[in-house]
């Protein structure tokens, strides 16, 4: 079997690799979260400080009056070898050791201005600090902000709930082994830590319970209801821890003689030396190092699954996000037409109605065009005003004789000329929602994403094609109207009927040239060859744009774009030129990858020995 400090000493190796890349919190998603660690609660002065010093043995932590823990301090203990130099380190400043513990007292308070300012106010941004030495045991211990009753100056009205909050957030997790302080001169049944630990562990399962300032206790009094666990039973021994004194600390007395006196005090008490072997820091220390090593071996089988579902998670993501690309300039091209043809069949899809956007095409036709044309003035152009000024000059000096031919084609051309707009209208509608189809298109496609350069030189080879079919578009509807104005359908002028003016005995439409019966009748016959050619031209310019539009994008959009790819092989790296964001996510979830598959591996290594 595998020792206890190699096993734990692998899980504090994985948990500040986990901090590293970043991958902690989540509510018990990450393998951080997943491995157990100690969080230590109390009440504000109850001497968490100092059995945090006292398991280290080293003084290292801020002092002062009131709330000082304002933010939570993720403490991670590294054995070393004896005779190796103590050292510690911070998350916020790699590659920076401290070897002076001074120092590291004046980087914990200096690390919790920069987010909180100087101030009394607290935040839930954790502090990370490492500390190698050979007189730690392999632990992760978190140190949370003293729970407090009231607000004191200086401090948000807030401040009882926010700290209970940000507590509570840790003790709630499964994985969390609750280290409740409390101090011995004081009622237990009042102690926020045990209160609280009650709340969240009823049972008592996580629950370690550490009695401080034993030696501060009314004489005549003393603690062995609590430790004996008759005043309130945990499944664990409740520790007792003698702090140092406020004189030992102004003495900057050293922390290993300070556990050697704590030792002398169990062991000469009259009241405690039964339980002697069950007190102070050491025993602590060892007592926790012990249950984490067994809750870790008891929990390896769900870490591994935990770690083997996130290894596939962030396989999957890494495909999602694509591969390197290779560099040469074959695997390049290769990408490159992969990522055209992925554009185009998104774009198709559009088009043809697997994803929405190609309906608005057919509105259209089936909306627009309709709309524009029952808009257009041939009311006003047949008028009967107009009629009789346009027949009339089309004759000039000379009388019509039979029918004013010249008046009837110069009607039907200028009526026909108003079709021009709505056509040219419906060609740069529909060039807007291609337009917008190969953005939405370039948006959805997954394997672009990667390649910002590549997605632009796309959409400018897509737009300059739809240019081109828009113009071709263009000019074929606009022949169309010029069709229907070069050659009348003269059979539909042989079919109107020739009914004599009502009140002539004269039946002959020459009797008078102006004649307001006679030019209503030219108009509405205009009127009704007019809408003839626009029910034609209703069905026809659609047609033509289908035709010169949409069938061209969806055959050849990218064609002149694959055309000039080969031309360009030494501006193959550029186009496949990374957004730097995927870039960096994608060495993030390569690394964590990377992290897990060592953590499996060492786990299952180091656990089944």
């Known amino acids: 079997m595998a020792t206890m400090e190699s096993l734990i000493g692998l899980v504090n190796r994985i948990q500040r690799a986990c901090t590293v890349l970043g991958d902690h919190g989540g509510e018990g998603s990450s393998l951080w979260e997943a491995l157990p660690s100690v969080a230590v609660v109390g009440g504000q002065s109850s001497g968490k400080s100092s059995v945090l010093e006292s398991i280290v043995g080293r003084d290292f932590l801020p002092r002062g009056s009131g709330i000082v823990t304002r933010r939570p301090l993720v403490l991670q203990l590294h054995k070393l ?26 980087e914990i308070s200096d690390e919790t201005d920069r987010i909180t300012g100087k101030s009394k106010q607290i935040s839930n941004v954790p502090i990370h600090l490492s500390i190698y030495s050979p007189h730690v045991v392999n632990l992760t211990l978190i140190d949370l902000p003293g729970m407090t009753k009231v607000a004191v100056e200086g401090q948000p009205d807030s401040i009882v709930e926010d700290i209970d909050n940000m507590v509570r957030s840790y003790v709630e997790k499964p994985n969390c082994i609750i280290l409740a302080i409390s101090p011995a001169n004081q009622d237990i049944a009042t102690s926020d830590a045990i209160k609280l630990a009650r709340e969240v562990d009823p049972s008592g399962e996580r629950t370690f319970g550490v009695l401080t300032k034993l030696d501060l206790m009314d004489k005549g009094t003393n603690a062995l209801d609590v430790l004996e666990g008759r005043a309130y039973r945990l499944q664990h021994p409740w520790v007792g821890i003698v702090n140092r004194s406020q004189a030992d600390i ?71 996000l694509g591969r390197p690309i290779g560099v040469d300039a074959g695997a390049q091209l290769y990408t490159i037409l992969e990522m055209c043809r992925a554009f185009d ?10 994803r929405p956007g190609g309906d608005r095409i057919y509105g259209v036709f089936d909306n627009q065009l309709p709309a524009a044309l029952k808009k257009l003035p041939f009311d006003k152009h047949l008028s009967l005003q107009n009629v009789r000024r346009v027949v009339s000059e089309a004759d000039g000096y000379q009388p019509h004789l039979i029918a004013p031919e010249q008046g009837y084609r110069r009607l039907i051309d200028g009526s026909l000329g108003f079709f021009k707009g709505p056509a040219e209208a419906s060609v740069d509608a529909v060039h807007f929602v291609l337009k917008e189809l190969v953005r939405k298109s370039i948006t959805e496609t997954e394997e672009l994403k990667r390649f910002p350069t590549l997605q632009a030189d796309i959409a400018a080879a897509a737009n300059e094609a739809l240019e081109r079919f828009r113009d071709d578009s263009r000019k074929t509807v606009l022949r169309l109207v010029e069709m229907e104005s070069s050659y009348l359908t003269v059979e539909f002028f042989r079919k109107l009927p020739l009914e004599p003016e009502k009140g002539t005995n004269n039946p002959t439409p020459t009797t008078d040239r102006y004649a307001d019966g006679h030019l209503r009748r030219i108009g509405s016959n205009v009127s009704a060859y007019v809408g003839m050619v626009c029910e034609t031209l209703r069905l026809t310019i659609p047609k033509a744009i289908v035709y010169c539009q949409v069938r061209e994008a969806k055959r050849s959009l990218l064609n002149y774009f694959y055309s000039q790819v080969g031309q360009r092989e030494k501006q193959l790296g550029a186009m496949l030129d990374e957004d730097p964001t995927l870039m960096d996510k994608r060495n993030g979830i390569a690394k964590r990858l990377e992290l897990y598959k060592s953590a499996r591996d060492e786990i299952d290594s180091v656990a089944w020995k």
């Open 250 to 320: 102004n003495k900057n007395v050293d922390m290993i003689d300070a556990r050697r006196k704590e030792q002398e005090y169990f062991a000469t008490s009259p009241d405690y030396g039964h339980l002697a072997h069950k007190m102070g820091s050491e025993y602590l220390a060892k007592l926790l190092s012990q249950h984490l090593e067994s809750v870790i071996r008891s929990r390896i089988p769900s870490i591994i699954a935990l770690i083997n579902k996130t290894i596939s998670e962030l396989e999957a993501e890494l495909d999602r």
């Open 345 to 354: 069949r998104v774009f198709k899809e559009h088009l043809d109605g697997g």
């Open 81 to 106: 070898d004896r005779g190796q130099a103590e050292y510690a380190e911070f998350l916020h400043a790699p590659r920076k050791k401290f070897a002076d513990f001074a120092s590291v007292r004046r």
